[in-house]
C-alpha cells in the first residue's frame, strides 16, 4: 500500500470547485509537512500550497492565492486542497508530498524527500 494516495482530480468547468485529498498510510501526516505540487504537459512540475508540521503554517503560489485553500485531518490522517474559481490554466497533474523537516514554504522538490504521491489528474475546460 502506498504511503500517499491522491484522489478527487476529475474535469470541471471554468469556475468550478474540486477538493483534493492526500491521504496517508503507515504514517501520521501530523508530523509531516505536506506539499501540494502540479505538473502541467510540457511544463515543470511547480509547488503551489503548502502545511508546515510547525503550528500549520499555510503557504501558496501567488497565482492560487485566495482561490486554493490547504488543510490537515488528524482525524482521518489527510490532507485536502480546496479549490475553488477553478481556471483552464488549473489543468494539470496534482501530487502531495511529504517531508518531516522544516521544508514549508520552499518547492525545491529535493527538498520534499520522504513520500510522494502518484498524483490525480485536474482538468478544468473553458
Known amino acids: 500500500q502506498l504511503p500517499l494516495v491522491e484522489s478527487g482530480g476529475g474535469l470541471v468547468q471554468s469556475g468550478g470547485s474540486l477538493k483534493l485529498s492526500c491521504a496517508a498510510s503507515?504514517?501520521?501526516?501530523?508530523?509531516?509537512?505536506i506539499a501540494w505540487f502540479r505538473q502541467a504537459p510540457g511544463t515543470e512540475r511547480e509547488g503551489i500550497s503548502c502545511?508546515?508540521?510547525?503550528?500549520?503554517?499555510?503557504d501558496y503560489l501567488e497565482s492560487v492565492k485566495g482561490r486554493f485553500a490547504i488543510s490537515r485531518d488528524s482525524a482521518t490522517n489527510t490532507v485536502y486542497l480546496q479549490m475553488n474559481s477553478l481556471k483552464p490554466e488549473d489543468t494539470a497533474i496534482y501530487s502531495c508530498?511529504?517531508?518531516?523537516?522544516?521544508?514549508?514554504?520552499?518547492?525545491?522538490?529535493?527538498?520534499?524527500?520522504?513520500?510522494w504521491g502518484q498524483g490525480t489528474q485536474v482538468t478544468v475546460s473553458s
Open positions: 508530498a511529504a517531508d518531516r523537516g522544516p521544508v514549508c514554504p520552499y518547492y525545491r522538490e529535493s527538498y520534499w524527500g520522504d513520500y
Open positions: 503507515g504514517l501520521s501526516l501530523d508530523t509531516y509537512a
Open positions: 502545511i508546515s508540521n510547525h503550528r500549520d503554517e499555510t
